[in-house]
């Protein structure tokens, strides 16, 4: 199913038909200021293992997590002030920061060092579809086996909507990665340089 929601305005009626899509344990595809991801509930370890094998991907890899703010990200992540400080001048925005997890997220989704990877993307959509769900949601690039990025929800819906409950078209996005940005123990590390500035870190 293919939903068309507009990125500027997103139509309240037409998020509330994805939330109730992730609530039923859906997977959907949806847009973020990056690239367009794949997702579902943060809690629905039923739906994450779905991606894991649609995606090909080790369960000792574990995806990001969409937020729809710095409060959100608190429940999730232990913030120090100066965490704080750096997210807050910087999101919402093209970065994931990783940060030392709360009980409050799933065991599928920790690093084995209890860490997890927080986004809160600059894209009207994404963060409307978690504010309305009031829970974040798991966020994988939509590439394919090999690698390739599909960047226009026509080419996702085409290749991967067979295994996806809803295909969130909100036009064609860019295809550079975010940056991502450990903030572990107040000591910053670049673990990649994707879009959004990280000089204040290195």
Do not use: W
């Given at each position: ?21 992730l ?80 009980h ?44 390739t990025v ?53």
């Amino acid at each position: 199913m293919k939903i068309t929601i507009n990125p500027e305005n997103p139509q309240p009626r037409l998020i509330s038909q994805v939330v109730d899509i992730l609530n039923k344990g859906g997977v959907i595809a949806y847009p973020t200021d990056t690239f367009y991801g794949i997702g579902c509930h943060l809690r629905d370890k039923r739906a994450i293992e779905k991606i894991y094998h649609l995606k090909r991907r080790p369960k000792t890899k574990p995806f990001s997590i969409i937020c729809c703010d710095l409060k959100d990200i608190s429940q999730y992540a232990r913030v120090s002030n100066y965490a704080y400080k750096s997210m807050r001048r910087l999101l919402p925005g093209p970065y994931t920061f990783v940060l030392e997890a709360t009980h409050l997220v799933p065991k599928i989704m920790l690093t084995k060092r209890k860490t997890v990877g927080l986004r809160v993307p600059d894209h009207n959509v994404c963060r409307a579809i978690v504010r309305e769900l009031g829970s974040p949601i798991i966020s994988t690039s939509a590439t394919l086996p090999d690698g390739t990025v599909l960047a226009d929800p026509h080419d996702i819906d085409q290749h991967l909507g067979h295994a996806l409950d809803a295909v969130i078209d909100a036009g064609p996005i860019s295809v550079a990665p975010s940056s991502v940005v450990s903030l572990i123990d107040d000591a910053p590390e670049v673990i990649r340089a994707g879009q959004g500035d990280v000089r204040m870190f290195v």
